[in-house]
């Protein structure tokens, strides 16, 4: 059998080409685009595909436009309902509408990510594939762990999940910057309660981040020097950090683990920023801190539910890494963070980056893939990966795509380690 998978992620095109390389023959599209053309390609070949599998979330042309696409097609070369391609749709979203929109479009099957591997295999049989007896039998330990990330899912999307809330300091911040005209003197007001944050404020004001000519000393300087929207910022970081904590050992060494990596990230990401000059991305900063949210919550989640699973395992990590975008975006939207993050934290995996994709998106990616090369990954596997060619060559198409000269990657490298060396300690 030939298939097809346009999926954007790694991890999940990993995991889907694992299942499928047993029962058919596969080629690999990254966006939506790319897999009409193959899909066309087949076509004149006389060699067309037997199976696609289309990713919803996709750049350039996502899975329900290209799933509408191709079904023109097939219709406008004859190709009657029986034998035109079979097509299944993947996608972390459970919306029943999203569901019902590709099954109006034509689709034959939608799966939920993560999947079992059973649970494709009979997708398959029902869509008259035909797959053999030893592949259905076999249970690997992975499908355990897609199960477990699964449950979460279910669990969380049926609300049976008690979500933390944000604390009271970044909520009454956030209707302040709300009002039609905020002023710093307001913003004193609430920080100067808690004389923990105003006295973090103050030393972060006073870091490389944020460095001015004169030491600042007391609360209101501070929070000039940032202004309304980087104090919100810091806020919101210093009250989050807490969040990066557990009395469980090995889970607070991976929380420390992504804490470090997520500052990092949020730091270059804000030196990134400066070499651009857009006034539009003040909430740069708070975006690296929160774009992996959803790690951090499905983690805290699994070691609630099964505290016996190993954290660093494999298996469970590219199960995590699967939906972690997803997840997260779900999150901060229940946490009414503005609407410009959840592209952010939903779409920072995605390989390429369409001319539309905005700035914010595009920075964090770059921030998590640089920060990731010079030690400060997400994981701590990740720390030994440092730098290769391939991450260089990626580094430096991005940061022509920003209008940065790839030159300046060295220099930001370093800003950033410096940086890391003060603010470590500082949150
Ligand atoms: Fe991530
Ligand atoms: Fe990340």
Redesign the pocket.
């Known amino acids: 059998m030939k298939v097809l998978i346009a999926e954007d992620e790694k991890i999940s095109r990993k995991a889907l080409m694992k299942s499928i390389s047993d029962v058919g023959d596969c080629t690999i599209a990254d966006n939506g685009k790319d897999a009409i053309r193959l899909f066309d390609q087949a076509y004149a070949k006389k060699a067309p595909f037997d199976l696609v599998f289309l990713d919803i979330s996709m750049p350039d042309i996502n899975g329900m436009q290209a799933l509408n696409i191709i079904r023109q097609k097939e219709s406008s070369r004859n190709i009657s309902r029986s034998d035109r391609l079979k097509i299944i749709m993947i996608s972390t979203s459970m919306r029943k509408a999203d569901i019902k929109k590709c099954i109006k479009l034509g689709c034959d099957s939608y799966l939920c990510k993560p999947f079992k591997k059973q649970k494709l295999y009979k997708e398959l049989i029902r869509l008259g594939f035909d797959i053999p007896d030893e592949l259905i039998a076999d249970v690997d330990g992975s499908n355990s762990y897609t199960e477990l990330v699964a449950k979460i899912i279910r669990r969380f999307n049926s609300g049976e999940f008690t979500l933390p809330v944000l604390t009271h300091m970044v909520q009454e911040v956030q209707s302040l910057l709300e009002k039609s005209e905020p002023s710093i003197e307001d913003l004193a007001t609430i920080v100067e309660k808690d004389a923990v944050i105003s006295t973090k404020l103050i030393s972060v004001a006073n870091s490389p981040l944020y460095q001015g000519v004169e030491l600042i000393k007391n609360l209101k300087t501070a929070l000039q020097r940032l202004g309304l929207q980087e104090a919100m910022s810091i806020i919101t970081t210093i009250t989050n950090k807490n969040l990066f904590h557990s009395e469980n050992k090995p889970l607070n060494k991976y929380l420390n683990t992504l804490w470090t990596h997520s500052l990092a990230c949020a730091c270059c990401a804000k030196y990134i920023a400066e070499e651009i000059h857009d006034k539009g991305l003040q909430s740069i900063f708070l975006m690296g801190i929160i ?2 949210i959803g ?1 951090l919550f499905l983690i805290k989640a699994i070691v609630e539910i099964s505290p016996e699973k190993p954290i660093e395992n494999s298996d469970l990590q590219a199960a995590i890494m699967e939906v ?2 997803f997840f997260g975006a779900m999150l901060i939207k229940k946490w009414n963070f503005p609407t410009n993050f959840i592209p952010v934290v939903k779409n ?2 995605w390989e390429k980056f369409p001319g539309d994709a905005g700035k914010e998106v595009l920075i964090i990616h770059t921030a ?1 893939l640089l920060v990731t090369e010079i030690g400060y990954g ?1 994981q701590q596997t990740d720390s030994q990966h440092g730098s290769n060619n391939k991450t260089d060559k990626a580094l430096s198409n991005l940061f022509r795509q920003l209008g940065i000269d790839p030159d300046r990657i060295k220099v930001i490298r370093d800003m950033v380690l410096d940086s890391m060396k003060s603010l470590t300690d500082l949150f």
Do not use: A
Request: glycine fraction near 0%; aromatic fraction near 0%.
């Open positions: 774009h992996d790690k972690h975008t920072h995996h998590d997400s």
